[in-house]
């Protein structure tokens, strides 16, 4: 069974600075990947997802991702944080062999100080 | 912006209720999912369907059942409520293998 971990529940930085969300995921064959937001109250909401088309996705609010195959990553990097990225911030998995059903990370709060 | 609702946002019921949660999506899709959503947790899965009368579960076994009569609805149920039950339950929706799934904003529940 695949599975996706994320380093680190708790990530804090400075309004600013880099944001860098890790991500690795065990699997035989390349996954789709994802990258959710989740803010209080509410439900995920996609950032961005990885199908092979490009190496390096491009989502909204200014995170992008790198799908690094030797590495078997996907980690989510904005260059200068905002007091609104302030969420909880999940990835995701998904492959044939397992019917295509993501299998998400434990999640990583980044948490921006003003 | 994804339309898929969930109702009740909210609900505090007393051990052994019986309780549906409902949601809804009016954007077609046939895949549909249940979550189970605990803090500093992944999500675990209760439930999917892949279309009307097809119907899976998960890797959590929650004690729930669900029904998809219709495309558009895909409810919980849960036929005697308990304290461990307590949980945020997220429903999703996706169109096709490896598309994005869409959330709906979830029902926090609590079971006394």
């Known amino acids: 069974a695949q599975s996706v971990t994320q380093l680190g529940s708790h990530v804090s930085v400075s309004e600013g600075a880099l944001v860098l969300l890790r991500c690795n995921y065990s699997?035989?064959?390349?996954?789709?990947l994802f990258w959710y937001v989740q803010y209080p109250n509410q439900g995920l909401q996609l950032l961005l997802k990885y199908t092979s088309a490009a190496t390096l996705v491009k989502g909204i609010n200014g995170f992008e991702a790198e799908f690094k195959k030797s590495e078997t990553s996907f980690h989510l990097t904005k260059p200068s944080a905002h007091m609104s990225d302030a969420a909880e911030y999940f990835c995701a998995a998904a492959v044939s062999g397992g019917s295509y059903i993501p299998t998400f990370g434990r999640g990583t709060s980044l948490i921006v100080h003003p | 912006e994804a339309d898929i609702y969930q109702t009740p946002r909210y609900l505090v019921i007393g051990t052994g209720k019986k309780i549906t949660l409902e949601c809804s999506q009016t954007?077609?899709?046939?895949?549909m999912y249940w979550y189970q959503q605990d803090p500093g947790m992944e999500l675990h899965l209760i439930h999917y369907s892949y279309g009307v009368n097809s119907t899976e579960k998960g890797d959590l076994s929650s004690e729930s059942t669900v029904s998809r009569i219709r495309t558009e609805h895909f409810p919980l149920t849960l036929e005697s409520a308990r304290p461990s039950h307590t949980s945020q339950y997220l429903c999703?929706?996706?169109?096709?293998?490896?598309?994005?799934?869409?959330f709906g904003p979830g029902t926090r529940l609590t079971v006394t």
């Open positions: 699997s035989s064959v390349p996954p789709y």
């Open positions: 999703a929706s996706s169109a096709l293998d490896g598309d994005e799934q869409y």
């Open positions: 954007m077609g899709h046939d895949k």
